[in-house]
């Protein structure tokens, strides 16, 4: 039905109707859900361009750092790093944990570092595996399954404590005097010396039962060898460096104290 626009000042009556009312309000709604579609189509479009222009931006500058980084700086890195890992029992898992993480300039004190960091971080992996097991455990009847799972989780959480400790504590090593290096030496080898003896004590515990088949068991003591390799390993490396740092400040005292 065709509405002449000049009717709606000629008959106001005409405007008050029913049937002009409906027509009317269909305009109105279907301009609001034109204009509606329309600023969701245009929000879509710009969140698109956005995030179209972000990634591009990111990809280029993560492709470009890669390529600098791989063209030179990984191959000699890699190079530090298989250098200092033949100290090590676990050589090849000492390269491939921490050939990420070296830069051609990192010092022995740095590689040590980051060897803890690796170790602590796969000694929380394994007690979180640990825990989840333990709690399956809980819910069923076999109890020295569970008690045998627990005290090995308790072993492991010492581990991720002492691991902890050793980090700061090597941290601490660059901060303090010369005279109490000796002191936080001692700390780190002690603590590393233990997460070890309690992942092979872990390991040994759980030997003799079944805790829910085989491949828990077997999943069990790969994790924690695992923690048990990383941390020989670790502890080789930080023991390379101090005698490295050992070596240097008798060296400089020497320097020093020379007429």
Not at 13 to 24: C, D, G, H, N
């Amino acid at each position: 039905m065709y509405i002449n626009p000049i009717s709606l000042f000629t008959f106001p009556q005409y405007y008050k109707s029913t049937q002009f009312s409906s027509i009317l309000n269909l305009h109105s709604h279907l301009a609001f859900s034109s204009f509606y579609f329309q600023k969701i189509i245009m929000e879509k479009i710009t969140l698109s361009l956005i995030l179209f222009l972000f990634m591009n931006i990111f990809i280029f500058s993560f492709v470009g750092a890669v390529k600098g980084t791989s063209s030179v700086t990984q191959p000699r890195a890699n190079k530090l790093v298989e250098a200092q890992c033949r100290s090590t029992r676990y050589p090849k898992l000492c390269v491939s944990s921490l050939s990420n993480y070296i830069t051609t300039t990192s010092e022995p004190q740095e590689l040590a570092h980051v060897a803890l960091k690796v170790s602590l971080a796969k000694a929380i992996y394994t007690r979180a595996y640990v825990k989840n097991v333990c709690k399956q455990l809980e819910k069923t009847k076999s109890s020295k399954d569970y008690q045998a799972v627990k005290e090995c989780l308790n072993q492991i959480s010492d581990g991720v404590s002492l691991l902890f400790n050793s980090v700061k504590e090597l941290h601490h090593l660059s901060l303090d005097k010369e005279s109490e290096f000796v002191w936080h030496r001692s700390n780190v080898q002690t603590w590393l010396s233990t997460v070890l003896t309690n992942a092979f004590t872990c390991m040994d515990g759980i030997s003799s039962y079944k805790l829910g088949g085989y491949k828990v068991k077997a999943t069990i003591k790969a994790k924690v060898l695992n923690v048990a390799q990383v941390t020989s390993n670790a502890l080789a490396l930080f023991n390379g460096y101090a005698v490295r740092h050992k070596d240097s400040h008798h060296s400089n005292s020497g320097k020093i104290n020379k007429p």
